[in-house]
């Protein structure tokens, strides 16, 4: 959604109510959620009442914005300045919004994102698998077994998606159990010399290795693809100036969801995601 057909749903708080009710983040109640009876109706702005056990619920009840008392105007807003990669401190000066209040969006956000993970199918085709390290500069060893470092590993279908995952560790174990749950067997994957790949043929896949002290591609032998989703990441990342390592998964999915639909209208993959979480979390 760009921004002038954004205006048609901030300009006022009925627009902006109605489009997250058509959407499915705000719920419409047919039936009162404490006695079902069908006798609810609409009594004030943001009330519901039923007649028939006399009970009251704001028109936020049941949704992922129940405990965001902002406008719902702003709340588009905010999601178009997510949209945007727009920074918090500034959305909040732009929103004219607490800090805490924007960043709780963002954070709801990339809540929704890690939920609804949008690859949770299985991989086919031309696979690149990597492993790659995240972290502040710290002396000492660099690259795989650097200490304090956070080890992310990627798959990558050419022509297709990314998904990346923080790893407890790169040993063959792990990424093995990793490959045979996202990728579908006889693909053909290329990795660098890495020796925690060594197995891959033995459960079924084709592989393909790259040397990277000798060179960089062989013909289709490469893993161009995944590392340039890394340096994606990191660049993106220097921003925050240090991510705490809990959180990080929420940012790494993000950067992820955003690789992924880079050639998309994100904001409205942004709204579907929250619908998603809706669903997941408001189950009643």
Request: glycine share 10%; charged share 30%.
């Given at each position: 959604?760009?921004?002038?057909?954004?205006?048609?749903?901030?300009?006022?708080?009925?627009?902006?109510?109605?489009?997250?009710?058509?959407?499915?983040?705000?719920?419409?109640?047919?039936?009162?959620?404490?006695?079902?009876?069908?006798?609810?109706?609409?009594?004030?702005?943001?009330?519901?009442?039923?007649?028939?056990?006399?009970?009251?619920?704001?028109?936020?009840?049941?949704?992922?914005?129940?405990?965001?008392?902002?406008?719902?105007?702003?709340?588009?807003?905010?999601?178009?300045?997510?949209?945007?990669?727009?920074?918090?401190?500034?959305?909040?000066?732009?929103?004219?919004?607490?800090?805490?209040?924007?960043?709780?969006?963002?954070?709801?956000?990339?809540?929704?994102?890690?939920?609804?993970?949008?690859?949770?199918?299985?991989?086919?085709?031309?696979?690149?698998?990597?492993?790659?390290?995240?972290?502040?500069?710290?002396?000492?060893?660099?690259?795989?077994?650097?200490?304090?470092?956070?080890?992310?590993?990627?798959?990558?279908?050419?022509?297709?998606?990314?998904?990346?995952?923080?790893?407890?560790?790169?040993?063959?174990?792990?990424?093995?159990?990793?490959?045979?749950?996202?990728?579908k067997r006889g693909s053909l994957i290329y990795t660098?010399?890495?020796?925690?790949?060594?197995?891959?043929?033995?459960?079924?896949?084709?592989?393909?290795?790259?040397?990277?002290?000798?060179?960089?591609?062989?013909?289709?032998?490469?893993?161009?693809?995944?590392?340039?989703?890394?340096?994606?990441?990191?660049?993106?990342?220097?921003?925050?100036?240090?991510?705490?390592?809990?959180?990080?998964?929420?940012?790494?999915?993000?950067?992820?969801?955003?690789?992924?639909?880079?050639?998309?209208?994100?904001?409205?993959?942004?709204?579907?995601?929250?619908?998603?979480?809706?669903?997941?979390?408001?189950?009643?």
């Amino acid at each position: 959604m760009n921004l002038v057909e954004l205006t048609r749903y901030t300009n006022d708080e009925e627009s902006a109510e109605g489009y997250l009710r058509e959407q499915g983040i705000l719920k419409t109640y047919e039936e009162c959620p404490y006695c079902g009876s069908k006798r609810i109706n609409r009594v004030r702005r943001f009330k519901y009442k039923c007649y028939s056990c006399n009970r009251e619920l704001g028109v936020r009840r049941g949704s992922i914005l129940e405990g965001l008392r902002i406008p719902f105007t702003k709340f588009l807003m905010a999601i178009k300045l997510f949209e945007l990669d727009t920074s918090v401190r500034e959305a909040a000066k732009q929103l004219g919004l607490a800090y805490n209040t924007v960043y709780n969006i963002h954070s709801l956000i990339r809540k929704a994102i890690l939920t609804t993970d949008v690859n949770a199918s299985s991989f086919s085709g031309e696979i690149e698998m990597d492993e790659s390290y995240f972290g502040g500069r710290r002396k000492g060893k660099r690259g795989r077994g650097a200490a304090g470092k956070v080890p992310v590993f990627g798959i990558l279908e050419r022509g297709g998606k990314v998904t990346v995952e923080v790893v407890t560790d790169v040993q063959g174990e792990t990424l093995l159990e990793m490959a045979i749950k996202k990728v579908k067997r006889g693909s053909l994957i290329y990795t660098d010399k890495f020796g925690s790949y060594n197995g891959l043929v033995s459960y079924g896949f084709k592989h393909r290795r790259i040397d990277h002290g000798k060179r960089f591609a062989n013909g289709k032998v490469y893993i161009n693809g995944i590392e340039g989703f890394w340096s994606f990441a990191k660049e993106r990342l220097l921003k925050y100036h240090g991510v705490d390592a809990e959180k990080f998964p929420l940012y790494l999915k993000e950067l992820e969801f955003r690789y992924n639909h880079r050639d998309r209208d994100l904001f409205d993959d942004l709204v579907q995601v929250l619908v998603g979480y809706s669903r997941v979390a408001y189950t009643e």
